[in-house]
């Protein structure tokens, strides 16, 4: 499971509160991923990175800000949460580049409750 | 842009049955294929991928795809489906240049009756 951790597992908060979910991994890759999964829309990217300070947008950014400060972390803020970000958010690695080539892999998830 | 088609979104199996779940997308270069499938309450697992070579790929647990070039398909195949593969099922598709970003379909959910 290329040693994926996300934090924490489950979260109920209000509307309009800050919240900052984590994804830690183990093994030095380079490309890092934030996704939501919602029913009848599959996986959306919010953010990506790849590498120490580089990140860039995916296709539902809004209200989302990301960063990475190490090559381990990768955090996901939600600025003022909402009631339409309650969902499952996704963590994944890219093993771009090595034996495996492009393959993504992806931690347990974080399910995200806005109240 | 890229985009990527599962046009069953939700089957039903008795068990033994074949399975042939359907994958298109839209992108003219080259790219790299997966398949993942997600069993209840869990993450996303990696079943099969095609990076190039030979268009049939076999993956775990008697899965298997064919990359159909000229028709921009990658359709997930099983023999004979049991219980334990209900689950729900994703395509995903990676340009091989230009992109960091992989895009998934939205999803086929597979019941298998026993």
């Known amino acids: 499971d290329a040693g994926i951790t996300q934090s924490p597992r489950h979260k109920v908060t209000e509307t309009g509160t800050p919240v900052t979910l984590r994804c830690h991994q183990t093994?030095?890759?380079?490309?890092m991923y934030w996704y939501r999964q919602d029913p009848g829309h599959g996986l959306r990217l919010i953010h990506y990175?790849?590498?120490?300070?580089?990140?860039d947008k995916g296709e539902v950014s809004d209200g989302y800000s990301v960063s990475r400060s190490k090559t381990e972390d990768f955090l996901l803020t939600l600025e003022s949460a909402t009631s339409s970000q309650t969902s499952v958010y996704f963590c994944a690695i890219s093993l771009a580049g090595g034996p495996a080539g492009d393959t993504q892999y992806f931690g347990p998830g974080t399910r995200l409750t806005v109240l | 842009a890229q985009s990527v088609s599962q046009h069953n979104h939700h089957v039903i199996l008795s068990e033994a049955a074949s399975l042939e779940l359907g994958c298109n997308y839209s992108y003219g270069g080259t790219v790299n294929l997966f398949w993942y499938v997600q069993y209840p309450g869990q993450h996303l697992q990696l079943l099969l991928k095609y990076f190039s070579g030979d268009p049939l790929v076999k993956g775990i647990k008697g899965f298997e795809a064919e990359f159909i070039k000229s028709k921009f398909s990658f359709n997930l195949r099983k023999p004979s489906v049991q219980w334990s593969d209900t689950a729900e099922y994703f395509c995903?598709?990676?340009?091989?240049?230009?992109?960091?970003?992989?895009?998934f379909g939205t999803g086929t959910r597979l019941k298998v009756l026993a």
């Open positions: 093994e030095n890759h380079r490309y």
């Open positions: 990175s790849y590498g120490v300070k580089d990140t």
């Open positions: 995903a598709v990676k340009a091989t240049s230009g992109t960091y970003k992989y895009i």
